[in-house]
Structure formats: structure tokens, C-alpha cells
């Protein structure tokens, strides 16, 4: 069998297998995937805390009254929504009985003072006539017994007049407990604010709140001048924040319109809610522009700024995996290839790197995207059409 006639048989059938294997290669191949790129850039990386859940807006002052002793509703100088000023009548229970007893008193006082010009007078002729009795004594003209039972009924007469200047006192001691009792059935407003809930009609019996007893105030005053957030942190933040600290408050009333402030105070104590992380209540103050209409009760998140660098590498958090890695496209072989960085300042945005990128390298930040793995051949997604 000559040579020509081998290649003529032979030829054939090895390029049948070569497309076949081709094909089956090009079929076998894996598609390349499609990721979305980030350069690496330079800006601002904050480290931040957030609350572990919804704060809450506070008023600086308010106070739920209630009168100390329980009665009929007789006067309700309000109505829900008032603005009050310091001192102003808010309430007050019937307490006829109690003015009565005030007149009692004011008049047992005015007969007491009555008593004492009387009894004061008869002793101060008292003395005066003891005296005389002593001149007339020194001159011979009366004995001394007579002296004696003159200087003792001064005595006794002045010893009635100071009795009858304590039961003036006594008596105007009676008037102003009166004046406490009724006290204990009257409101007034303690500082400058607005009525937000009154419990109780006019002519309803209104019962005081004691300490342990859920019985719902008269009035709840709002001072509305001074407001603050109070928001739970996790207690593994607590540590890190101090007073003075900046602070960003998203209200989930105005949304897109974040609040500057500060933190006032952190509690120094830690709550341990059931079925709930351990947490510690962070006060913060708002910095807000006077156009901003803040309710007290609206609920608020706080993210606090531990520490700022500016002009820094950064990558966005969310390109990052565990682990401080991320993947980079090769440029020359299209391939997808892990990088171990140095990782600094963090927050949900952005990170800082420290070391082992450089700024205009393009990450991936499609990591959910199915197949974007080290060693994947990739592509640039066509984030226009969104591809």
C-alpha cells in the first residue's frame, strides 16, 4: 500500500476528528461572565457606629402631672395642642371644703391678733403700775408685799401677751396649711411648653398617679424648644463613643434630609432587653437649621463618626470579601484574580486600603453575580444597557 494512498485515506479521517474535537472543546468552553468594574479611587473613608435599633425623638424637658390628691374636675384652663407659659393654671378639683376651712383659719387668725392688742395692753398698764408701786416703794410709801404682788401681776400679765402672740402665729401657720392643701389640687405649668395629651373632661373625677400604679397623668407637657435623640448602640460600641462626637440623624420622617449633631451623652450603664442584644442608650443633640419642624416621638437613626481620613485609597465595602480580598480583572489574560489588601477605616460605604492596590486599578464589585470566581474568564459588563 503505497504512501498516497494512506494519506488519501487517512487525511480524511483525522480532520473529522480535529473539528469534532474542536467543536466539542468551543461547546465545552465556559462563557466568559460578565462583572461590573470600579477604579480604585481616593476620597474621604469615615468610620462610623449605627444603632441597633430605631432611636427615638426626645424633648429635653417633659413632665406627665398629675394633682396628689384625686377629685372632681372644676376647672380646665387648656385643651390639647395649647401653648403654656410658666406658672399658668392648667387645672384644678373642687375644693369648696377646703376654701372654707381657709376662711375658719383666716378668721380664728384675725380674732387671735384681736386677743393680743387686749391681753398686751392690760399687761403693758401692768407694768407701768408695778413700777409706780417700786418708786413708791423706794420712798416708803407702800410695803414690800405690795411691791411684789405688783411686779407679779406684770409679770403674768406680759407672760399672756407673748401666749397670745404664739396663737397669732399658730393661727396664721393654720391659714397657709389651708393653702397646701389646696395646692395639692390645682396644676401649673412648670416651664414654657405645649399641652400634648390631657386624660379627663370637665366635671370628671380625676385620680392621681403614685409611684407603681400605671394610672395615666391628667397632663402631659412637652417643653418643644429643646429636642434630642435617644438611640440604643450595641454595647461593643459603647466603648468607642464619647461626648462631643459628630453625628448624622436620618429621620424616617424626612427622608433623604440627614440632621447634623452631636452626642451629649452616653449612659453609663448597660440594658439588657429579653430576647435582645445588650445595649446602651446614646443621647444626641441636633444641630438643625430652623426650618426643620421636628416632632417629639418620630423615630431616628443615628450613624456616629469615630474617625475621618481624607484623600485615601478606597474601594467600596461591598467589593470586598472575607478574609480582606478582592478580585481584580487581569488585564492581559482576562481572568479574574484574587488580591490580598491591607484594609484600614471602614464603614458601610467605603474602605480604606493601605496596601496592595493602586489608585485607577479596577475591581470587581459584582460579587453576587453567578461565576465570578478566581481564575473565571470575564468580561466588562455593559452597565448601560444593564448587562
Known sequence: ??????????????????????????????????????????????????????????????????????????????????????????????????????????????????????????????????????????????????????????????????????????????????????????????????????????????????????????IDLIDESCLYVKAPMDEVDAPKIQAGLPVRIALDALPKQPLPGKVRRVAPYVLAVEKQARTVDVEVDFERPANVNLLVGYSADVEIVLSVRDNVLRVPTAALIEGSRVMVLGADSGRLEERKVKAGLANWEYTEVIEGLAEGERIVTSLEREGVKAGARAVVADTKNGK
Open 1 to 218: 500500500m503505497n504512501t498516497s494512498f494512506l494519506l488519501r485515506r487517512v487525511l480524511p479521517v483525522l480532520l473529522v476528528v480535529g473539528i469534532a474535537a474542536g467543536l466539542f472543546f468551543w461547546k465545552t468552553q465556559a462563557k466568559p461572565v460578565s462583572v461590573v468594574l470600579r477604579s480604585v479611587d481616593r476620597g474621604k473613608v469615615e468610620a462610623t457606629v449605627v444603632n441597633t435599633r430605631a432611636g427615638t425623638v426626645e424633648a429635653c424637658q417633659r413632665t406627665k402631672l398629675s394633682t396628689i390628691m384625686g377629685g372632681r374636675i372644676e376647672y380646665l384652663g387648656v385643651k390639647e395642642g395649647d401653648k403654656v407659659k410658666k406658672g399658668q393654671l392648667l387645672l384644678k378639683l373642687w375644693n369648696d371644703d377646703q376654701k372654707a376651712q381657709q376662711a375658719l383659719a383666716e378668721a380664728q387668725r384675725a380674732m387671735a391678733a384681736q386677743r393680743v392688742k387686749e391681753v398686751c395692753t392690760t399687761a403693758a398698764s401692768a407694768l407701768r403700775e408695778a413700777e409706780r408701786q417700786t418708786s413708791l416703794k423706794k420712798k416708803g410709801f407702800v410695803s414690800d408685799a405690795r411691791e411684789d404682788t405688783a411686779r407679779s401681776e406684770a409679770d403674768a400679765r406680759n407672760a399672756a401677751c407673748e401666749t397670745a402672740r404664739a396663737d397669732v402665729a399658730q393661727a396664721a401657720a393654720r391659714v397657709a396649711v389651708t393653702k397646701v392643701e389646696q395646692g395639692r389640687m390645682v396644676l401649673y405649668a412648670p416651664f414654657d411648653g405645649t399641652v400634648a395629651k390631657i386624660v379627663g373632661e370637665l366635671g370628671e373625677y380625676s385620680t392621681p398617679s403614685p409611684p407603681g400604679v400605671p394610672t395615666p397623668p391628667a
